[in-house]
């Protein structure tokens, strides 16, 4: 096809369009440009995904709510810079959990991970802001149900890591006895990738806690549709590894964040499920207002690879 007839495909106002892109406006740039005194140069532009500090950038069009996160519920990123530092966090997951590990092992398969995120220009500004290398055991199979799963081993083993890091606080599961049966996957959240992979083994990944500071429940589940397969929006399982294998950081105070389980929702399509630090505790609990957002709360993100 010749220019001509792509231009004779297109209307008089896209044509306008296009000349005033390439011209700024400017008559003397644009005749300069057809008697061959100046060229254009067409650069590819790439559509961020997220800011400078790690934050989703909102996408155009996006229905629910989404509000400013509030600097002053904040996380501090740790270390990784040595074998030890992967060490110390894996040490607070052997506690909880059973698996053939390695501290090596560990380190490569999130090294990795980090490599692919790093060579994505669409993911890299997620590494601008915090990250937690996390691996996630085996479940069982047989009659398998998430929210059984998710309170008789995942919850205790969040209220263990817990006390242990904070001998003086408590942890409080207000839906203790409230879980099975009683929760499932949202559809859009790519969650259940996850759990069909923790079947068949342990699974590394890196859970990114806070991209989506200031989005609600239901934007957060809205924007998943414009991410990367790579992807996952964050339930209860990786979260709750999260908390077990970072208790310092996710919880460390009342100025940490709330932490939106946007995966799930618990008994109906009205509420969905949740982790707060206060002062003296640490607590696991339901919430209703889906589609309200908040600058102290965000949904989760858990990257796997490709």
Known sequence: MS???????LEIGQIAGILQRVSGGDQQKLKALLCDELEVQLIERVL????KTGRRISPKGLQNAVCDPDKNFRLIQPEFKTMYDYEQRLIRF??????????????????????EIKSNRFLVNLLNGVYLPILMPKIETKDFDYGTTLEQIFLPAVEKAYKKQFPNRSFYNYRKGQLANQVSIIQCSRHEILVEKMKQGIVYG???????????????CEQMSTLPESLILSGGFDSSVAQVMYPDILARDLKTLGYDLSALCWRSSGCSLFFRACVDRLGFCSGAFLGVAGGGSSSGLLFLGV
């Open 206 to 220: 890196i859970y990114f806690p806070n991209p989506l500071q200031g989005f609600s429940v239901l934007a957060a």
């Open 94 to 115: 052997r506690r909880m959990f059973s698996g053939p590990l390695s501290e090596a092992y560990f380190e490569d398969r999130i090294k990795k991970l980090i490599i």
């Open 3 to 9: 220019f001509l007839d792509i231009l004779k495909g």
């Open 48 to 51: 961020k995904l997220f800011d």
